[in-house]
């Protein structure tokens, strides 16, 4: 089934070290992608998206993602994290063969120590 | 970015009552919205689409007649959730979109905790 999967469902790591989660699709054709996060207690907010252009995205907070799409891959990056990046980050992907729903990936969890 | 506003944001119900609960784009009108489920430590399960003015597109597996959804005007959908059972405790989510193409981004409301007892 056509799908979005997330690599990691958990990630623990020290501040100032680097992130990278793993987000893939298997949606055939035309796809938006898109990253959220969603701190504890609070409700889902874009990172960042890609529609077309630079597959190299920047977003908010210092967060960038590369679209590959031989590898149907869209990673998520920063490269030195902050006690206030813990939260759990969704990958989502719209897809014109999906009918232009929003899908999204499991989750990841992601926990930073100071 | 756009707003999106969600009614309630925690409500308590008792077995067998309904629940109503709305979203509304605040700034912007909302060709598209999306109704999501989201159990605790697990990601957004999609459970239908609307178009305004149109019947709501279920995902497989979500019972229409339990979760009815309208969405009569461009800023406001609504999600009943009828005859409320302790299993449908959950966190739903409303998501709007300005235009029914791919290029354009989905604006989420807050969120609706939702606990049957």
């Known amino acids: 089934a056509q799908s979005v999967s997330q690599h990691n469902h958990h990630v623990i790591l020290s501040e100032a070290a680097s992130l990278e989660l793993g987000c893939n699709y298997s949606y055939g054709g035309t796809v938006n992608l898109f990253w959220y996060v969603q701190y504890p207690g609070q409700h889902l907010q874009l990172l960042l998206k890609y529609f077309s252009g630079d597959p190299l995205v920047k977003g908010i907070k210092g967060f960038e993602a590369e679209f590959i799409k031989s590898k149907f891959s869209f990673n998520l990056r920063k490269p030195s994290v902050q006690w206030s990046d813990t939260a759990e980050y969704f990958c989502?992907?719209?897809?014109?063969?999906?009918?232009?729903?929003?899908?999204f990936g499991g989750g990841t969890r992601v926990l930073v120590k100071p | 970015g756009a707003v999106v506003s969600q009614h309630p944001s925690r409500v308590i119900c008792k077995s067998g009552t309904s629940v109503k609960i709305e979203c509304r784009s605040l700034?912007?009108?909302?060709?598209?919205m999306f109704w999501y489920r989201q159990f605790p430590k697990q990601s957004l399960m999609l459970m239908a689409t609307?178009?305004?003015?149109?019947?709501?597109?279920?995902e497989q597996g979500v019972e229409k007649d339990k979760f009815l959804i309208n969405h009569a005007s461009l800023t406001l959908s609504t999600l009943t959730v009828t005859s409320a059972h302790p299993e449908d405790s959950s966190f739903y989510i409303c998501?709007?979109?300005?235009?029914?193409?791919?290029?354009?981004?989905?604006?989420f409301g807050q969120g609706t905790r939702l606990t049957v007892v």
């Open positions: 998501s709007a979109r300005a235009f029914q193409g791919q290029n354009t981004e989905a604006f």
């Open positions: 700034d912007f009108q909302a060709t598209t």
């Open positions: 609307s178009n305004e003015g149109s019947k709501a597109t279920y």
């Open positions: 989502a992907v719209n897809a014109k063969a999906a009918g232009n729903k929003l899908t």
